[in-house]
């Protein structure tokens, strides 16, 4: 299974979605997980519901043959196995982009945070000799998984919005898709800039943020958008949320077997 199928898809979200301009500080955060959901009746695995990270990396520049070649190794014979050391099938993994590119900086001052709190147990625990430091001494041997986590979790600044519509399965998801823009323009009374994923489970709108150029009011603001949105589709989605952890699905690539791509705007 070829589950990088489209390269002109990602580089559109390379440079539509990800700032055409990057400070040192900067950068890309891409990974690839596995969901069990995705998996065939009957599969055997041990993935739990939620997504299991297997590999995760930091593009520094703004190369996107840096970008795509971080993604084309999560496809090579990686090994990548379940807790019970079985194969995770390609039909279980998805990749993830994130929509914000990462701080660095910011990163490092959460690191810094995280290791006095281990250097703090580390020294109880020499000093008194009561406390269980094996929870500290776990940290330590997982330094480089906690620098993923931080730089995943700290943003520089945000030019989208990510409204979640979680369709129902027999629902039209790129008619779904159109029927947000027009909800959207209508409701601002212009055409904002914006993009729709159409992903495994329903679609990603992205919406561009006020530092993106998108006036917002009383009217017209993230909060009554997703109240639209979650009123319009009450009865063809199971949920509408705001997805607040920056991270995508990314068009070009298979989710569970699905094609991940961009709608076109009409």
């Known amino acids: 299974m070829d589950l990088i199928y489209d390269t002109e898809q990602i580089k559109k979200f390379f440079d539509e979605i990800l700032p055409s301009s990057w400070e040192p500080h900067e950068a890309a955060f891409?990974?690839?997980?596995?969901?069990?959901?995705?998996?065939?009746?009957?599969?055997?695995?041990?993935?739990?519901?939620?997504?299991?990270?297997?590999?995760?990396?930091?593009?520094?520049?703004?190369?996107?043959?840096?970008?795509?070649?971080?993604?084309?190794?999560?496809?090579?014979?990686?090994?990548?196995?379940?807790?019970?050391?079985?194969?995770?099938?390609?039909?279980a993994k998805v990749f993830y982009a994130n929509i914000h590119l990462s701080d660095s900086v910011a990163a490092y001052e959460e690191m810094k945070t995280k290791m006095a709190g281990i250097d703090r147990e580390i020294?109880?625990?020499?000093?008194?000799?009561?406390?269980?430091?094996?929870?500290?001494?776990?940290?330590?041997r997982n330094l480089h998984g906690l620098w993923f986590t931080a730089m995943q979790n700290t943003y520089?600044?945000?030019?989208?919005?990510?409204?979640?519509?979680?369709?129902?399965?027999?629902?039209?998801?790129?008619?779904?898709?159109?029927?947000?823009?027009?909800?959207?323009?209508?409701?601002a009374g212009q055409t904002i800039t914006k993009h729709a994923i159409i992903t495994h489970g329903g679609v990603h709108?992205?919406?561009?943020?006020?530092?993106?150029?998108?006036?917002?009011?009383k009217e017209f603001?993230?909060?009554?958008?997703?109240?639209?949105?979650?009123?319009?589709?009450?009865?063809?989605?199971?949920?509408?949320?705001?997805?607040?952890?920056?991270m995508v699905p990314l068009p070009g690539t298979l989710q569970g077997g699905f094609p991940v791509h961009f709608c076109l705007v009409k």
């Open 221 to 246: 603001n993230p909060d009554t958008v997703l109240k639209a949105l979650q009123n319009s589709f009450r009865e063809t989605a199971k949920e509408v949320v705001i997805n607040r952890n920056g």
């Open 123 to 140: 020294i109880s625990h020499a000093t008194t000799g009561h406390n269980d430091i094996s929870h500290a001494l776990g940290e330590i």
């Open 156 to 187: 520089s600044m945000k030019l989208w919005i990510d409204y979640d519509i979680d369709l129902l399965g027999c629902i039209d998801k790129e008619i779904s898709a159109h029927a947000a823009f027009e909800l959207i323009d209508e409701l």
């Open 205 to 217: 709108i992205l919406l561009a943020t006020a530092k993106n150029g998108t006036a917002f009011s």
């Open 30 to 91: 891409i990974s690839i997980a596995a969901r069990k959901k995705y998996l065939p009746e009957g599969y055997m695995t041990n993935l739990g519901k939620r997504p299991e990270m297997l590999d995760r990396d930091i593009i520094k520049t703004r190369d996107f043959g840096r970008y795509l070649a971080g993604l084309y190794r999560f496809t090579s014979e990686n090994g990548y196995t379940d807790l019970n050391g079985l194969p995770i099938h390609d039909w």
